[in-house]
């Protein structure tokens, strides 16, 4: 979806009581992978810091990622508790699995047949590059990407956590925008070369 759409879905997603439309808000919004999102438990998270923090085990990385929750994400998770309180936040109809993939995309294919769950981390990649000044590395970091360079690997060890909680809850308040906010021209960067 490109992301000069993402508002105004994001606003009808939100305006469905389903546990599908609340898991993959919580997706989108974070830009998480479905499974990882799908399959958060409560444990995972730490409201009070406004944290979640995915395992190694549940990483396509395997190495543990921490995500910073916008208010809205963290609403979304106190919905949930509506349709269960077990350990995972997005409870399938057995009450001790996830919510199927398939929930998700039928969700997303009642409005949008040709897209994909995977298609809104493009979307907000998109938008990090195009509509703020966010560095790369801290976009990158928020999808939970990988240095491929070992040399840069080696020096750089931490997560920009601090740097991609800006950046989260600037997507979280672009995300629930009035549908005609988002149609304003990108963020001119700066010329740093003098």
Request: aromatic share 8%; with cysteine; proline share 5%.
């Amino acid at each position: 979806m490109p992301y000069t759409d993402v508002p105004e879905y994001f606003r009808q997603l939100r305006a469905k009581d389903t546990l599908a439309a609340k898991a993959l808000a919580f997706t989108i919004l974070t830009a998480a992978r479905n499974g990882e999102a799908r399959g958060t438990h409560r444990n995972e998270l730490d409201i009070k810091a406004k944290t979640w923090t995915i395992p190694d085990e549940r990483m396509k990385a395997n190495r543990e990622h921490r995500v910073p929750l916008p208010p809205e994400a963290i609403k979304i998770i106190k919905e949930a508790k509506l349709f269960g309180n077990g350990d995972l936040v997005f409870t399938g109809l057995n009450g001790k699995k996830p919510i199927s993939e398939a929930a998700l995309m039928k969700q997303l294919k009642q409005d949008h047949p040709t897209l994909t769950i995977h298609g809104f981390r493009s979307s907000f990649r998109q938008w990090c590059a195009e509509m703020t000044n966010h560095p790369r590395e801290v976009a990158e970091a928020a999808l939970a990407h990988v240095l491929t360079d070992k040399v840069e690997a080696a020096y750089q060890r931490g997560d920009l956590f601090l740097k991609r909680r800006k950046l989260m809850d600037a997507w979280a308040k672009y995300c629930v925008s009035s549908t005609s906010a988002h149609k304003v021209s990108p963020i001119r960067k700066r010329n740093t070369h003098g």
